[in-house]
């Protein structure tokens, strides 16, 4: 068997190999390292997101680069904040036993100034995002001219995402015998083009089959009516209580109503879509990366570089248009040798496109059947019984058991367990549809589930939430009562750790975003935002103080 001593790796890198628990090297670290670590090369690697694609440029380049230096030797470009920030994480841990190596990264949407500083102060690793990149290297504050290794991590999604003209600028800034290292999930022409212009006799490596999806996803998909999309994510939810999952739609509108109605039914869900804000866009994440949030509702753009390990299933809501974005949406599954489930809803007239993606990836897919209304139910009820089975006894109550116990001791123990299984779950009509099969709605959960939401509403933001020891009920009430609203006129309330989502007609939009101008909750400004199509809108920012809320 292979080990990462065997691939040439130094010491330090194999005491961080080793604090990491990382057994033995994956396929494209393999292939990969032995080789940076041996030859000045260029190199184009078709491995997926979740491969250990990271630790396979990585590594090399930590070992290659001297910290002694305060110069950059390195730069490795990532489509998105999110995965720049990953890598240079994973850098972070990688190059920990490292002494004096300094990986900065840049991304738009942060303090420039503040990133140039980190550079001033010796960077020899870069991690970058091409357009603040760009920026950077326009106003001086960024120099890699003198770089010996460039990685292009993601390059289809660098491309897809428009940044073609950013990178090729970017790369006229760099010395011509730097080694280039491509990292691409699939070749499309575009990433072609930019091996053959700007890299010399790289070498190829394929981890998998070219275009494949990765060995440990299963591929399944569902007959659906057009219609019944929803009703379908809510039976395989249901099947799989534990899931944490990542569906995709194909437009920002969808992405939100999928996760409103998600909300309402009293899943934890969230969407992310290119209309929230970069910073909702992060706390949406961060909730999801802490399992805060079950399901994310997602839109192909918007997920560029979610790179979330653990995700148990996929949702294709509708199959996209190109078979290169199934892969990636499915690449989001299945990583780091987990197995991992993509699901493609699929409609009779759309069958066709099944064959497609077999033929392109390779692999079967499996039809599955949608469960039926009892089976639905009797798998929540399995998945309850679990849950109490494993419950950890509260040594606090025994106080109070003789008195309970007395007052239950008529019953027998099959009278006890139909009691409390009705009062838990809703009567069972035999004929139900599926979206009927929903808990008995209780108090305790985290939103406002049961609101027959008007067509005419606003979301809104709330940089408030449970730290400030809110619950939707009490959000919703101090709402309401802050707002001089009716009962139901805030609705749809959800509450996460450190902010919330609500609610209200847009004839009220006015009122809610004035209301907030200079709220201010323990020192700090309450910020409220729309979230709707094209712009977020925010309360305006002032600073003096209004007035103190009377917070619980
Ligand atoms: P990546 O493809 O770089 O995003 O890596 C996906 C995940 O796999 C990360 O969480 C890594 O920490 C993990 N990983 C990378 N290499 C290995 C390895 N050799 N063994 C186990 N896990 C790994």
Redesign the pocket.
Request: net charge positive; glycine share 6%; charged share 30%.
């Given at each position: 068997m292979t080990t990462?001593k065997s691939l040439g790796l130094n010491e330090l890198l194999l005491k961080a190999?080793e604090k990491?628990?990382?057994?033995?090297?994956?396929e494209?670290?393999d292939k990969v390292i032995p080789i940076l670590l041996e030859k000045n090369t260029d190199l184009v690697a078709l491995?997926?997101?979740?491969?250990?694609?990271?630790?396979?440029f990585g590594f090399p380049m930590l070992q290659r680069i001297d910290p002694n230096k305060r110069t950059t030797q390195g730069l490795i470009l990532s489509p998105t904040r999110e995965l720049c920030l990953?890598i240079t994480n994973?850098m972070g841990i990688y190059g920990q036993g490292i002494k004096n190596v300094n990986i900065v990264a840049i991304y738009g949407g942060a303090n420039i100034t503040d990133q140039a500083n980190k550079i001033r102060r010796g960077a020899q690793i870069v991690v970058a995002t091409p357009g603040r990149l760009k920026d950077m290297i326009r106003r001086k504050l960024v120099d890699i001219s003198a770089i010996e290794y460039c990685v292009l991590d993601e390059a289809d999604e660098m491309l897809n995402m428009g940044f073609y003209e950013d990178i090729k600028s970017i790369l006229t800034h760099t010395p011509a015998n730097k080694s280039s290292w491509l990292f691409s999930a699939t070749m499309p022409p575009d990433v072609n083009k930019i091996a053959k212009k700007f890299m010399h006799n790289p070498i190829e490596i394929t981890v998998g089959t070219k275009n494949s999806s990765a060995k440990n996803i299963d591929h399944q998909y569902f007959i659906v009516g057009a219609r019944e999309r929803y009703n379908a994510l809510r039976a395989v939810i249901s099947m799989n209580p534990e899931i944490f999952g990542c569906v995709f739609c194909r437009t920002k509108i969808e992405t939100q109503k999928v996760a409103e109605k998600l909300i309402q039914d009293g899943y934890k869900a969230a969407a992310i879509h290119g209309d929230l804000s970069q910073n909702q866009r992060d706390s949406v994440m961060q909730s999801f990366r802490k399992k805060k949030i079950q399901m994310l509702i997602a839109t192909d753009v918007a997920a560029r570089g979610i790179?979330v390990?653990d995700i148990t299933h996929v949702v294709n809501y509708q199959l996209p248009d190109e078979i290169e974005i199934y892969t990636h949406r499915s690449g989001r599954t299945g990583?780091?040798?987990k197995l991992g489930t993509s699901i493609i809803f699929v409609t009779k007239s759309d069958r066709r496109k099944i064959k497609l993606i077999e033929n392109k990836l390779q692999t079967t897919l499996t039809e599955v059947q949608m469960p039926s209304p009892q089976e639905v139910f009797t798998s929540k009820i399995d998945h309850w019984v679990g849950q109490i089975k494993n419950t950890p006894v509260k040594s606090d109550l025994q106080s109070y058991l003789p008195n309970v116990n007395k007052s239950l001791e008529d019953l027998t123990k099959e009278n006890l367990i139909e009691l409390i299984l009705s009062k838990e779950f809703r009567s069972f009509d035999l004929n139900p549809k599926i979206s009927e099969f929903s808990r008995e709605s209780s108090s305790e959960g985290r939103s406002d589930r049961k609101i027959n939401a008007p067509k005419d509403k606003d979301r809104f933001f709330i940089n408030v939430g449970a730290r400030d020891k809110y619950e939707w009920t009490t959000l919703k009430d101090f709402l309401r009562s802050f707002l001089k609203l009716g009962q139901d006129d805030v609705f749809q309330v959800e509450v996460m750790k450190n902010f919330s989502f609500f609610s209200t007609h847009n004839k009220h939009r006015d009122l809610v975003l004035k209301s907030f101008d200079n709220f201010m909750l323990d020192e700090r400004k309450v910020s409220v935002e729309l979230t709707k199509k094209g712009r977020t809108f925010s309360s305006p920012q002032k600073n003096f103080k209004k007035k103190k809320p009377r917070f619980k």
């Amino acid at each position: 068997m292979t080990t990462f001593k065997s691939l040439g790796l130094n010491e330090l890198l194999l005491k961080a190999v080793e604090k990491l628990g990382f057994e033995s090297p994956t396929e494209v670290q393999d292939k990969v390292i032995p080789i940076l670590l041996e030859k000045n090369t260029d190199l184009v690697a078709l491995a997926q997101t979740g491969t250990g694609k990271t630790a396979a440029f990585g590594f090399p380049m930590l070992q290659r680069i001297d910290p002694n230096k305060r110069t950059t030797q390195g730069l490795i470009l990532s489509p998105t904040r999110e995965l720049c920030l990953q890598i240079t994480n994973d850098m972070g841990i990688y190059g920990q036993g490292i002494k004096n190596v300094n990986i900065v990264a840049i991304y738009g949407g942060a303090n420039i100034t503040d990133q140039a500083n980190k550079i001033r102060r010796g960077a020899q690793i870069v991690v970058a995002t091409p357009g603040r990149l760009k920026d950077m290297i326009r106003r001086k504050l960024v120099d890699i001219s003198a770089i010996e290794y460039c990685v292009l991590d993601e390059a289809d999604e660098m491309l897809n995402m428009g940044f073609y003209e950013d990178i090729k600028s970017i790369l006229t800034h760099t010395p011509a015998n730097k080694s280039s290292w491509l990292f691409s999930a699939t070749m499309p022409p575009d990433v072609n083009k930019i091996a053959k212009k700007f890299m010399h006799n790289p070498i190829e490596i394929t981890v998998g089959t070219k275009n494949s999806s990765a060995k440990n996803i299963d591929h399944q998909y569902f007959i659906v009516g057009a219609r019944e999309r929803y009703n379908a994510l809510r039976a395989v939810i249901s099947m799989n209580p534990e899931i944490f999952g990542c569906v995709f739609c194909r437009t920002k509108i969808e992405t939100q109503k999928v996760a409103e109605k998600l909300i309402q039914d009293g899943y934890k869900a969230a969407a992310i879509h290119g209309d929230l804000s970069q910073n909702q866009r992060d706390s949406v994440m961060q909730s999801f990366r802490k399992k805060k949030i079950q399901m994310l509702i997602a839109t192909d753009v918007a997920a560029r570089g979610i790179d979330v390990d653990d995700i148990t299933h996929v949702v294709n809501y509708q199959l996209p248009d190109e078979i290169e974005i199934y892969t990636h949406r499915s690449g989001r599954t299945g990583r780091a040798g987990k197995l991992g489930t993509s699901i493609i809803f699929v409609t009779k007239s759309d069958r066709r496109k099944i064959k497609l993606i077999e033929n392109k990836l390779q692999t079967t897919l499996t039809e599955v059947q949608m469960p039926s209304p009892q089976e639905v139910f009797t798998s929540k009820i399995d998945h309850w019984v679990g849950q109490i089975k494993n419950t950890p006894v509260k040594s606090d109550l025994q106080s109070y058991l003789p008195n309970v116990n007395k007052s239950l001791e008529d019953l027998t123990k099959e009278n006890l367990i139909e009691l409390i299984l009705s009062k838990e779950f809703r009567s069972f009509d035999l004929n139900p549809k599926i979206s009927e099969f929903s808990r008995e709605s209780s108090s305790e959960g985290r939103s406002d589930r049961k609101i027959n939401a008007p067509k005419d509403k606003d979301r809104f933001f709330i940089n408030v939430g449970a730290r400030d020891k809110y619950e939707w009920t009490t959000l919703k009430d101090f709402l309401r009562s802050f707002l001089k609203l009716g009962q139901d006129d805030v609705f749809q309330v959800e509450v996460m750790k450190n902010f919330s989502f609500f609610s209200t007609h847009n004839k009220h939009r006015d009122l809610v975003l004035k209301s907030f101008d200079n709220f201010m909750l323990d020192e700090r400004k309450v910020s409220v935002e729309l979230t709707k199509k094209g712009r977020t809108f925010s309360s305006p920012q002032k600073n003096f103080k209004k007035k103190k809320p009377r917070f619980k």
